[in-house]
């Protein structure tokens, strides 16, 4: 069983930073494809960014794209989410997803594993 541990998120001002991390279990992760999605209150879990077993195919998000930049180090079993320029409309769970077949998806029942969910939250 792969376990997904995350670590980072809190509580900053806008137009700061965060980087939030998800470390995975076991010696596969490098096959993995892995997705970020966040929840804000109230509203379904939406996907925000992913990146394939490789890296060498990543998306984002439009509400995001140009403020977050996704990136693994598969070395170390992690992937990242750096986000920069933060808006309180980003204030939401954040969860990390692992989808065995190496790709990311769109959407959540695709996935075979999940963070345990991390908050963040942007004061205007």
């Known amino acids: 069983q792969v376990q997904l541990r995350q670590s980072g998120g809190g509580l900053v001002q806008a137009g700061g930073s965060l980087r939030l991390s998800c470390a995975a279990s076991?010696?596969?992760?490098?096959?993995?494809?892995m997705g970020w999605f966040h929840q804000a209150p109230g509203k379904e879990r939406e996907f925000v960014s992913g990146?394939?077993?490789?890296?060498?195919?990543?998306y984002y998000a439009d509400s995001v794209k140009g403020r977050f930049t996704i990136s693994r180090d598969n070395a170390k079993n992690t992937v990242y989410l750096q986000m920069n320029s933060l808006k309180p409309e980003d204030t939401a769970i954040y969860y990390c997803?692992?989808?065995?077949?190496?790709?990311?998806?769109?959407?959540?029942?695709?996935?075979?594993?999940w963070g345990q969910g991390t908050q963040v939250t942007v004061s205007s």
């Open positions: 997803a692992a989808a065995t077949d190496g790709y990311f998806h769109y959407e959540e029942g695709k996935y075979d594993y």
């Open positions: 076991g010696r596969t992760f490098g096959t993995y494809g």
């Open positions: 990146i394939n077993w490789s890296g060498g195919t990543i």
